[in-house]
């Protein structure tokens, strides 16, 4: 039996394993813990490349997906919040002196908001957040304006000045209450007279951005297994943007006036570079990215993701 005619339906069978414990109460598994599965391909496919028979190869195979499923099983019976846990980063440990193991809460909608200030020409956003909904889009009248709906926390906001150049980190709160997490839902929006430095921190989320009302310098996205969707706008003459993601897809919309140019870093994707001519190795670059006015640079190292970008 050749080990690449069993490979991916061993995959399909774990997975199928995992979610029918899940369904009779044997252990804690579901979507999101699931993207976090994605290192475990990386695994399996390290093993098809070993030098050895295909017998072993198999044998391998479900040895590690029998670990797989004994490794959550574990983790389940001691931490039924296993798969919240796991996208805020955090241990058992962390939670081990709590007395309360069944208790929930109910967050109340949040509303965080910073006072806008015309002597601050520059603008440093860092998110630090755990899965859920993120949205940036439209303009307020202040500095910025935040919104959260959802169980899953509330966030504490911090902000430093230092010549003309406002800090702003948003994070998520440590809280002492357990609870299962349903929902979590921001919406973010900016001033537009600044020019932004945007650093996002996120596990499994999905990220909608339209940013075609800010200046935009640099973007700096950190994500697990997430959908991101993002629309550059044409207010900044350069605009950098970083992608770092798991199993993940990406979607990015660039003005057709700008010049854009792609540096890819990433393996076992699938890639839509709609009006882009390769350059190079892992270089991409539209027809007007010489002699445009704005340019925009996008920099993707990722691992079994897709990216598509379009031109509009």
């Given amino acids: 039996m ?13 997975i199928g394993i995992l979610f029918m414990l899940n369904n009779f109460g044997v252990l804690e598994f579901g979507f999101r813990t699931l993207w976090s599965l ?14 050895i028979q295909d017998g072993l190869k198999i044998i391998a195979l479900v040895v590690v997906l029998a670990f797989t499923v004994i490794f959550f099983n574990r983790i389940s019976e001691r931490s039924p919040w296993f798969h919240f846990h796991n996208f805020r980063g955090f241990s058992n440990r962390d939670w081990e002196d709590e007395e309360d ?17 015309s002597l601050t020409g520059k603008g440093v956003l860092k998110l630090d957040a755990a899965a859920g909904s993120f949205d940036l889009e439209g303009v307020t009248s202040d500095f910025l304006s935040f919104n959260k709906t959802g169980d899953i926390g509330n966030y504490s906001i911090t902000t430093a000045n230092e010549n003309g150049r ?6 998520l709160e440590k809280s002492g ?44 996205i950190d994500a697990g297994a997430s959908s991101i969707d993002i629309k550059i706008g044409d207010k ?11 199993a993940s897809s990406i979607k990015v919309e660039i003005p057709k006036e700008s010049g ?32 445009g006015k704005n340019k925009i640079f996008l920099t993707f190292k990722s691992a079994i993701s897709k990216i598509e970008i379009t031109r509009y």
Wanted: proline share 5%; hydrophobic share 40%.
């Fill in 38 to 51: 994605w290192p475990l391909i990386l695994i399996l496919w390290g093993i098809s490349v070993l030098p």
């Fill in 2 to 14: 050749k080990y690449r005619h069993v490979f991916w339906a061993f995959i399909l069978i774990a």
């Fill in 166 to 171: 406002k800090q702003i980190n948003l994070s």
């Fill in 177 to 220: 209450i357990r609870h299962s997490v349903n929902e979590n839902k921001v919406e973010i929006k900016l001033n537009e007279n600044p020019a932004w430095n945007l650093d996002f921190d996120i596990g499994a989320a999905e990220i909608l951005m339209d940013l075609r009302d800010y200046k935009i310098d640099t973007t700096t």
């Fill in 101 to 117: 193991t069944t208790a929930t809460y109910n967050y109340q909608p949040q509303n965080l908001s910073v006072p806008y200030d």
């Fill in 260 to 291: 854009c140019q792609i540096k890819s870093e990433s393996f076992m994707i699938s890639k839509e570079f709609d009006g882009f001519t390769k350059k190079g190795d892992g270089i991409y670059q539209t027809a007007n990215f010489p002699t």
């Fill in 236 to 246: 900044n003459p350069l605009t950098v943007m970083t992608f770092n993601a798991g």
